[in-house]
Each structure stands twice: as structure tokens, then as C-alpha cells.
């Protein structure tokens, strides 16, 4: 039985992994220690795994009060180290979560180890734009060779594993042993309508209504809603009347606004730097779209919340402010809008990369209707096999399964340590007690 523990363990999806590797060559795992702080996080902990103590924050733990093991398994989250490190090596890793998974490792001198993290961490803090990466990466890097450790990293899409799911977060792996080989794995895709349930009710809020009352579902598969550009692939607000009836030329005149709003002869007439963006004057907007009614038409989708009138922005430093001195224009009241339906999925593609805030937003058709995914599709859009608990509320559900890991995945990666291991796994012999 081979002995491991599990930082930053969130819902348990490196262990899963891990374990499923382990087992599928017939080797024995026991964790023996977890270290998870978010409450709901470690609700699931409990559920999966009732018989074992969770400890707390990792940083407030020293290392002599961990429990001897074999394997080291995180998923850190990504922290920029401090500029004024030039080793690039354990030092410089103070003050960041990675300083905990290196000072365990160093005390604990553990067989190997499975580290996870956003793809962001391979350019994170880069000192020039030509590096192949980051300072953040180079001293985890650094800081693990001077451990004594051999070991890959790879950035790998989830999408390649199994998974629906269009996922890429870089996998760092090691042991004392050897390097193990991250170049190639056996690529398997599929589609979201093999993890979609089906025959479930289907929303009825006053949004789907609209949307269903001028689309159908055949027609909505696959769609984006946003008040942005987004070709034939995006459906706007005023294309479902959210906020009032308009007529066929007031969206016409919107959609003419959309795209011209982002020409660079507008800044050059106001004087500005070019925006994405601009608002246009009654004058402005008359040059493309010349219809006796058009103040009228304008004044009306300003009345009812599809446009407003605002200045143009003018540059201060990096930001920028309104500015009274230039004409009153009109612009599209878009921004950071989010629709309760942003998107509706489309089961013969995959899903676009899943992160907490967005996945309420994400709905599915299902027969005569559309609703968002279920817990059990969030499990499954990540690897985790249909008997996991996940007793919680869709709130905490989709906040968690945002920031957890593909567990497929990790296991592809965790296969790849166990080979270079070897025959040094079978002289492993721990006691139960242990």
C-alpha cells in the first residue's frame, strides 16, 4: 500500500485520479492527510471520504506533524513570486502557497509528486516578452531541481482526454527516480451528449420564455447571448425584445450600431485615441442610417434601455474617463452584462473551458425546452465517475466545480509516474497503522 497526501485538495479530484491510476495496476493507496479550507469544499471531502480527518489551513501546519508518505499531490493556486529574488530557487518561494508544497517535500523527501495548476502560471510574471516562461514557473522549477527531484510539465487539454470539455491547465510531474515522459498520450474525444441527461424539467423564467417565443430550440443550439459583436453565432437583447417591443428597423438600426461604433474615424473626429466602442452623435449615426424617424426611434431605445447617452473617453494614464467637453453621443448599453442565459450548448460539440461565475449561465437543450446543466453533468464535465458525492447547493455545486480538476486527466498523468517507478513501488510495504 503506497501512502499519499492531498493539498489544496478542493473536492478531491487529484486524489480521485491518482487512485484510479493506482488501482488500475493493482496498487493499494491510503491518503493520510488532507489539508482543504473552503467549507463547502470539505462538505464533499466528508461525503467521499467520512472515516477521514481534514486538516485545515497548510500554511499554519508544520511538516514534522504530517504523517510519512510516498506521493505529494496539489493543486496550488498560482501566486507571483517577489521581484527582488534572483536565485530562483526555494528562498524566493516565501510568502507563496507553492513556499508549503516545497518545505514539505524537502522535510518529507516523498517518491514523487502530481502538481496542477492554470495554464496562466507558464508566461505568469514574465521579466521579457520573448522568455519561454515566466519568473513564477522558472523558480518552481528551479526550487523542485534543487529538491533533487526529475521531472515534466506539460500543458494538456481535457478535451483530448475524454472530457467535453475545453480545459488546459499544466501538469507538473516528478520523482527522484526519473523524469516521467509527458510527450504522448492516447487521445479519446467525445461530444456533450454523452454526458447529458436527459427528460429533465426545462426552465420557464420569463427570459427562456422570450427566447423560446422568437427562436426555437433547433435554432437556439449553440448560441451566444450577449450584447456584443458575435457574427450569426450571437443573439442580442433587442433580438428577443428583453427590454421592450421594438420595431424591425430600430434593430436593424442597433445591429448597424454595433459595428460601426468600433471605426477608427469616429476617434479621429472627436480627437481621441480609438476605443472599442464609441458613442455617435444623432450627426454621426444620420451618415449610415438616414430615416426621417430616426431622433425619434433613438430616443425611444434610449427610453427603454438598449442604448444610452454618454461622452467619449478620453485616456488618463491607463484608464479611461467621460469627457464633457466632446459631443453627446449614443452608445449600446452592453459593458459586462450577463444574461441568466449567456450561452446554450450545443451536445454534438464540447463545452467552452468551465470557471464558477460562468457556469449557472450555461444551458442545454432538452426536448421541447432549454436548462441549465445539473450538478451531476458539472461531475461528469470533469472526469469524476457517477457514484461521487456531491450533496450541495447548485450555487456551491457550480463554485466548486469551476475550480476543480479533470480527473481523466490527472490520472493519464499519474500513470506516467507510477511507470517510472516501477519495481520501486512493489518494495513499498506500510502498515495499516501508519
Not at 516523498?110 to 523558480?139: A, C, Q, W, Y
Not at 515522459?181 to 427528460?199: A, C, P, Y
Not at 417565443?213 to 448560441?223: A, C, P, W
Not at 449557472?360 to 450538478?375: A, E
Amino acid at each position: 500500500m503506497i501512502r499519499f497526501i492531498d493539498l489544496f485538495a478542493g473536492i478531491g479530484g487529484i486524489r480521485k485520479g491518482f487512485e484510479l491510476a493506482c488501482s488500475e495496476i493493482g496498487i493499494e493507496t491510503k491518503c493520510v492527510f488532507t489539508s482543504e479550507i473552503k467549507p463547502h469544499a470539505v462538505e464533499i471531502l466528508k461525503q467521499n471520504h467520512p472515516n477521514e480527518k481534514i486538516s485545515g489551513d497548510i500554511t499554519q501546519i508544520s511538516a514534522k506533524d504530517i504523517p510519512d508518505f510516498e506521493f505529494l499531490l496539489a493543486g496550488f493556486p498560482c501566486q507571483a513570486f517577489s521581484s527582488a529574488g534572483k536565485r530562483l530557487g526555494f528562498e524566493d518561494t516565501r510568502g507563496t502557497l507553492f513556499f508549503d508544497v516545497a518545505r514539505i517535500i524537502k522535510e518529507k523527501e516523498p517518491l514523487g509528486f502530481v502538481l496542477e495548476n492554470v495554464e496562466g502560471l507558464v508566461n505568469h510574471d514574465k521579466e521579457s516578452p520573448k522568455d519561454i516562461m515566466g519568473r513564477t514557473l522558472k523558480t518552481i522549477l528551479k526550487t523542485l531541481s534543487e529538491l533533487g527531484y526529475k521531472f515534466s510539465w506539460k500543458v494538456l487539454n481535457a478535451t483530448e482526454f475524454g472530457v467535453p470539455q475545453e480545459r488546459k491547465r499544466i501538469y507538473i510531474v516528478g520523482s527522484k527516480k526519473a523524469a516521467p515522459d509527458l510527450s504522448e498520450f492516447t487521445e479519446k474525444k467525445v461530444t456533450l451528449k454523452e454526458i447529458l441527461e436527459t427528460g429533465l424539467p426545462t426552465s420557464e423564467s420569463n427570459f427562456v420564455n422570450l427566447l423560446l417565443k422568437h427562436y426555437s430550440v433547433s435554432e437556439l443550439i449553440g448560441k451566444s447571448i450577449k450584447d456584443k459583436r458575435g457574427g450569426s453565432d450571437n443573439i442580442h437583447s433587442w433580438d428577443i425584445e428583453l427590454k421592450g417591443e421594438i420595431s424591425l428597423k430600430q434593430r436593424a438600426l442597433l445591429n448597424k450600431m454595433m459595428t460601426e461604433r468600433r471605426k477608427k474615424k469616429w476617434a479621429i473626429e472627436y480627437g481621441i485615441a480609438w476605443m472599442d466602442g464609441m458613442p455617435l452623435t444623432f450627426e454621426n449615426i444620420k451618415t449610415f442610417f438616414d430615416d426621417e424617424n430616426l431622433k425619434e426611434m433613438l430616443e425611444d431605445l434610449v427610453q427603454k434601455g438598449y442604448l444610452k447617452k454618454e461622452y467619449p473617453k478620453k485616456k488618463v494614464g491607463k484608464t479611461r474617463i467621460q469627457d464633457d467637453t466632446l459631443p453627446l453621443g449614443y452608445n449600446i448599453v452592453a459593458g459586462k452584462m450577463s444574461f441568466e442565459v449567456n450561452k446554450i450548448l450545443n451536445p454534438d460539440g464540447i463545452a467552452p473551458t468551465l470557471v464558477a461565475m460562468d457556469m449557472q449561465h450555461l444551458y442545454v437543450p432538452d426536448g421541447s425546452g432549454i436548462r441549465p446543466l445539473t450538478l451531476r453533468e458539472g461531475l461528469r464535465l470533469f472526469g469524476y465517475p457517477d457514484n461521487y458525492k456531491f450533496d450541495t447547493t447548485m450555487q456551491n455545486g457550480y463554485d466548486l466545480l469551476g475550480n476543480t480538476v479533470v480527473v481523466p486527466v490527472i490520472k493519464a498523468v499519474s500513470s506516467k509516474l507510477l511507470e517510472v517507478l516501477g519495481s520501486d513501488l512493489s518494495e513499498i510495504n506500510c502498515t495499516a497503522s501508519i
